[in-house]
């Protein structure tokens, strides 16, 4: 997944360190062709680059060793990857972890380091270190996933039972913060902004990230249906991502969708299985949703576009209503989610007026990176329309106190009334 730099946050740690709630500013940073640091797949299939196509992130300061360092957040991941010089780092050179790059590739190395992030501290912190910056001024990316999603806790494995480190000195930073702050919940929540002028570099919207904590306004998300997290195989464990199930969804005026069978064989008839990834910016869905959302929009097609491949287009004027649902909740999606204007995104070149959908055909390798754990990867296009909170249950690594299975709570942040009135107040009519 590439990861253009298009946000700089500014951090403000505003609560008691127990529970921190920080802002994020996005901006838009267009750029030529690909940007450096793509995610790893983190199945075991091989190495998949599954590329987001946007310029579009949303970043934090970490300390790493008392240098900060600018980083994306990933829901999708589980690594603290930190490029370029890091003071002091306990590199492990004869522990090689693999990441991606759009222009080849480059081995970085295990190495330990004091983290901080959101007002807590980590001593002995695992993490990626990757000897180049490739795209700054960001300087990595911080995986929010949980450590079995993990590729330093996989190759850490083995030297953890030869006795060469503590059990848990894979475990990813947040898990390493939950279990060693008892007194602050382990959970994160976030909404993303929208940003509704790519003709603006300068434009900016705010989102919000907690640790531990709840956005005062969005306090009723705790009432909101807990979504079970499924659970990877054991064999798949490194596949193991925040899944959850979707019930339904809606297309214009309400249609219902009709699903495919899933590719997970454990979910029932009619329901499909959602990775929830906030370092991801166009969803990609079955085809079959795609259709059900873009088919019947006059004007709209489906067409390859050169190095991009198939993706719906449609009139930049036309406003899309589309919804999914959890356990029995609708979440409605704004039409600026469902219309995404091209000058957000790279290596797009459609005559002017022309938009792209925001939920596009799920491509051959998103679908090998997810390996028959999910069908589908809802990314920033849905998660702006959420406040999400994302619950760690049992996937931390302590026995400190019982904690529960991790699930999900989604609180629809989107009117679809007022969203209507704003896509007209940008594309007009």
Known sequence: M??????????????????????????????????????????QTGQINVQDLTN???????????????????????????????????????????VDFAAGSEDGVLSFATVTFAGHTV???????????????AQGLLGLGPSVGSEIWIQIQQFISAGQFAHNAGDSLLDRIFQENTSTPNFISFTLSRDDNANDPQSAGTGTFTVGDLISEFQNITSMPQLDVLSAPNALLSGQH???????????????????????????????????????????????????????????????????????????????????????????????????????????NLPSGTCIGGFQPIQDDATQALAGLADMILGMAFLRNTYTLMNYGDFIDSNADARLPPFVQLLSVTNPNQASIEFHDVRGG
């Open 242 to 348: 925040f899944t959850i199930q979707v019930d339904g969804a809606n297309g214009p005026n309400g249609k219902a969708i009709s699903f495919p069978t899933s590719a997970v064989s454990s979910v029932g008839s009619g329901k499909l299985v959602a990775v929830l990834d906030s370092g991801f910016t166009i969803p990609q869905v079955p085809a079959a949703i795609a259709s059900g959302i873009y088919s019947g929009i006059a004007g709209a097609k489906l067409q390859n576009i050169q190095g991009q491949g198939e993706f719906w287009t449609m009139p930049c004027s036309t406003e899309v209503d589309a919804s999914f649902t959890f356990s029995g909740i609708k979440y409605p999606i704004h039409p600026l989610d469902l219309n995404f204007d091209p000058n957000f995104v790279s290596g797009f």
């Open 2 to 43: 590439s990861y253009a730099a298009l946000a700089l946050l500014a951090t403000e740690l505003l609560a008691p360190a127990a529970a921190i709630t920080f802002p994020v500013h996005a901006r838009y940073n267009p750029r030529n062709g690909d940007a450096a640091l793509r995610r790893r797949d983190t199945s």
């Open 123 to 137: 001593q002995s912190q695992a993490f990626n270190h990757v000897p180049t910056v490739s795209d700054p001024p």
């Open 56 to 98: 579009v992130e949303y970043t934090a300061n970490v300390t790493v060793n008392g240098g900060t360092y600018l980083v994306t957040l990933d829901t999708g991941s589980s690594d603290l990857n930190i490029e370029g010089t890091v003071a002091n780092a306990d590199d492990q050179p004869n522990i090689p972890i693999d």
